[in-house]
C-alpha cells in the first residue's frame, strides 16, 4: 500500500495537512493488522505506527515534466542483489529551496502500470531516512506531455517494503535520482524499537 501523491495534491492548503494526517493513519491501520501488512506477524502487536515528518506545503513542488519519446532503460539494483529493469520515461525539472533539481520517473519494462515509480535518495537518507532511499508514486490523470505541470510531494515520500522484512527485496534509486539537498518529508527511519 503506498500513498497516493495526488489525493492530497488537490487539497486546498488549510485541508492539506490534515489530508496528510488522516492518510498516514489509514496506513499505519493497514500496517498494524492487515494480513498483507509488511511488517512480520510477530511484530504487529508492537507496532504503534510509522514515524513521519510534519506536513510542509513547502515540500508540494510544481514539477514540469519532460517526456520521453523513446525511453531509455534503467537498470536498477535491488536490496536482494539482482536487477531489475525499468524504463526511464520522463523526467521532472523543479526548484525547491532556491536549488535547480530534477528527478526522473520510471515504468517497468514488462509493465502497463499508470504509475510512475520516482525512487530518490537525499541528504536525510541513512541519517534521519532509510539508508537506501524513498519512493514517491505519481499518477498523472491521463498522457503526459512536454511542458506539463504536474505536482511532487515529497510528503508522500515512502519507505520500500524492505524496510520491514528482508523477505522483499526492492530497487535501489539510481544514482541520477541521489539529490544533493535534504527533503526532510515524508516517512523517516523505521525500525521495530521505534
Same mark, same amino acid.
Given at each position: ?80 542483489? +539482482? ?48 539508508? +537506501? ?7 498523472p490523470e491521463g498522457e503526459l506531455d512536454d511542458g506539463d505541470d504536474v505536482t ?6 515512502? +519507505? ?12 535501489? $534509486?539510481?544514482?541520477? +535520482? ?13 525500525? $521495530?524499537?521505534?
Amino acid at each position: 500500500m503506498s500513498e497516493d501523491a495526488d489525493a492530497t495534491a488537490t487539497d486546498a492548503p488549510e485541508n492539506y495537512a490534515e489530508t496528510l494526517r488522516e492518510k498516514r493513519a489509514e496506513k499505519d491501520e493497514f500496517f498494524g493488522s492487515h494480513p498483507q501488512s509488511p511488517i512480520p506477524p510477530e511484530l504487529r502487536d508492537e507496532f504503534d505506527g510509522l514515524d513521519y515528518f510534519e506536513p510542509d506545503p513547502a515540500y508540494r513542488v510544481s514539477a514540469t515534466a519532460r517526456v520521453h519519446e523513446e525511453p531509455e532503460p534503467m537498470p536498477m539494483e535491488t536490496t536482494a542483489g +539482482n536487477e531489475v529493469r525499468y524504463l526511464r520515461v520522463v523526467t521532472f525539472e523543479f526548484s525547491l529551496r532556491g536549488e535547480s533539481l530534477e528527478l526522473h520517473g520510471y515504468r517497468q519494462e514488462t509493465g502497463d502500470e499508470e504509475a510512475l515509480f520516482v525512487p530518490f535518495r537525499d541528504k536525510t537518507t541513512g541519517q534521519q531516512t532509510y539508508e +537506501n532511499g524513498r519512493y514517491i508514486e505519481l499518477h498523472p490523470e491521463g498522457e503526459l506531455d512536454d511542458g506539463d505541470d504536474v505536482t511532487v510531494d515529497f510528503n508522500v515520500a515512502y +519507505n520500500p517494503f524492505c524496510v520491514y522484512s528482508e523477505t522483499f527485496a526492492c530497487p535501489l $534509486p539510481p544514482e541520477e +535520482n541521489w539529490l544533493e539537498i535534504a527533503i526532510p518529508a515524508g516517512e523517516r527511519t523505521w525500525s $521495530p524499537e521505534n
